[in-house]
């Protein structure tokens, strides 16, 4: 049974950092491209950012460049998302995702899901 589970929510104010935390067991993670993305109250799902299978290439959205770098460790079968200088527009619920393209730039893209974990970002 494939399951990711995410870890690392919380309530920080901006300005801070949090580091979240995907685990993934059930499939050999190195086959697959990993994602993280975000669903805001009242928003749609969207893309975060994305990591290719061997770690060498990632992808960011416009709104997290420069602030949230992503990784990953294959023999660990994990994933991190470290966000820096948060905002109150950054809060929401994160999802991470597993996918066998190249790379995840889309829902499309995905064939496993966690269930997320809650970010606030207080002003």
């Known amino acids: 049974q494939v399951q990711l589970v995410e870890s690392g929510g919380g309530l920080v104010q901006a300005g801070a950092s949090l580091r979240l935390s995907c685990a993934v067991s059930g499939l050999t993670v190195s086959n697959y491209a990993l994602a993280w993305f975000r669903q805001a109250p009242g928003k749609e799902r969207e893309f975060v950012a994305s990591i290719s299978w061997s770690g060498r290439d990632t992808v960011y959205s416009d709104s997290v460049k420069g602030r949230f770098t992503i990784s990953r460790d294959n023999a660990k079968n994990t994933m991190t998302l470290q966000m820096n200088s948060l905002k109150p527009e950054d809060t929401a619920v994160y999802s991470c995702?597993?996918?066998?393209?190249?790379?995840?730039?889309?829902?499309?893209?995905?064939?496993?899901w966690g269930k997320g974990t809650l970010v606030t970002v207080s002003s």
């Open positions: 995702a597993a996918g066998t393209t190249g790379i995840i730039l889309t829902m499309a893209g995905v064939q496993y």
